[in-house]
Structure formats: structure tokens, C-alpha cells
């Protein structure tokens, strides 16, 4: 699964990288939890478009926002078949923009948390997926991230991992015109482990209420690459 990634670069940076129109503003982020506030990418009427959506999906046909607490992640094996999100994956896909990621690994009694983030430090585009609810307080924009099996740098920590979709994927992942399911599956594959690194950090990333510097900061000058 994915519960907690960090978006730290500028707003310049990103529109240079994505192409995308964005007339919002942007602080750095350094542990985004479900419920906030994220950055996606979408397309409309054949232009990219940045915006702020909720994290946790809620399907067009809820009755209540609050599903969308159970609806961070989506599985890239059954998303075409799940009522919750086969809509959105037809026609309504995303980029959720970031630079890395939290997992936690059990240690004994405790849990240590480490960032994953591409090896050039690079920001990145989740593969995701988005949907607007009609609320009785207006319309609400909500996402998801996809998921799919661990790469071997990911593995000892977690089983899964979110979907990093390579630039030379966006087009197709955004194009709402495109509904070839299994030609969309076969984008959501785990990222190259050797394009990856992981180090550990502080336990201060636990609390969803701690969002500064310090969560990305290494504990100690040791990271791992992927091989």
C-alpha cells in the first residue's frame, strides 16, 4: 500500500517536468496523509490541468464521503473489476505528483520507518485514479493511487508498493479517449529497482501531524540503492 508520501519540490519545477496549467500555490510537503489535500495531474479538453484533490476516492455513486477513508489505494490486479474504482479507471486517470514515499518495516516490537524516492531524487507521477462527488455542500474531487507488487528493493519492507509511471507513459495514462484495459494494466508495473534508493528516518513521520524538514532527513549518512 501507499499511506504517506512527501511532494517537496517547487512549483516552477514540476510545471517544467509535467506540463501542466496550474494557477494555484504549492508549499512543500514532507509527510502527506489520506484525507489532505494532494497535487494531481489531469486532462481536459486535450490540456493538462493541475488540481488539488482530496486524498481517498469517493465513487460518484456514494452516499457518503466517508468511504473514501478506506479508498487510498488501488489494486492494479482487480481495479478494472472493483465497483469502487473500474468507472474512474475508464475514464477518469491521474497523476498524483511526488518525490518519494514512506513504508515501515517491523522490527521486533517497533516499526521503522524508511523514504523511497527514484535515485536522481527526482519528482514523480503516482498512477492514479480521480472522481468528483456531488455532496449536498457541492461537488467534491477526490483520488487514489494505484498499486502493484513490490520491486526487490521494496520487498523486505512491504509486499506492495505504489505505481511510478515513467514519463514516456503519461500521455496514454491521462488520455481519457484511451479504455483498453489491458493495455492500462500493463502500464501499472512495479518501477525498476535500480532507479530506486531507501533510507532510513525518524520515527517523527509516524504522526501524520508532523510535516517538516526533518521527516525526510536521513537518520544516519547510510542509504540503499536498488540493484
Known amino acids: 500500500m501507499c499511506g504517506r508520501f512527501t511532494l517537496t519540490v517547487d512549483l516552477e519545477t514540476l510545471r517544467a517536468l509535467f506540463r501542466f496549467r496550474y494557477q494555484g500555490s504549492l508549499a512543500p510537503r514532507f509527510n502527506i496523509a489520506p484525507s489532505q489535500e494532494v497535487l494531481t495531474v489531469i486532462v481536459e479538453e486535450g490540456e493538462r490541468i493541475g488540481k488539488m484533490m482530496r486524498w481517498g476516492l469517493v465513487p460518484f455513486w456514494a452516499k457518503d464521503d466517508r468511504i473514501g477513508v478506506k479508498m487510498i489505494n488501488a489494486r492494479a490486479e482487480t481495479v478494472d473489476e472493483k465497483a469502487s474504482f473500474r468507472h474512474a479507471f475508464k475514464r477518469r486517470r491521474c497523476l498524483i505528483l511526488a518525490d518519494g514515499f514512506y513504508e515501515w518495516k517491523k522490527e521486533g516490537s517497533k516499526k521503522v520507518p ?114
Open 114 to 227: 524508511y523514504r523511497f524516492t527514484l535515485a536522481t531524487d527526482a519528482p514523480f507521477g503516482f498512477a492514479g485514479l480521480w472522481e468528483r462527488w456531488e455532496g449536498a455542500s457541492g461537488p467534491l474531487e477526490t483520488c487514489t493511487i494505484m498499486t502493484t507488487r513490490a520491486n526487490e528493493l521494496i520487498a523486505p519492507i512491504h509486499d506492495r508498493m505504489p505505481v511510478i509511471l515513467p514519463p514516456e507513459q503519461h500521455e496514454d495514462w491521462l488520455d481519457p479517449r484511451l479504455d483498453d484495459s489491458e493495455y492500462l494494466k500493463s502500464l501499472l508495473r512495479p518501477y525498476p529497482s535500480s532507479e530506486m534508493r531507501m533510507y532510513e528516518v525518524a520515527p517523527l513521520v509516524n504522526s501524520p501531524k508532523n510535516d517538516v524538514i526533518a521527516c525526510i532527513e536521513p537518520v544516519d549518512s547510510r542509504s540503499m540503492e536498488g540493484t
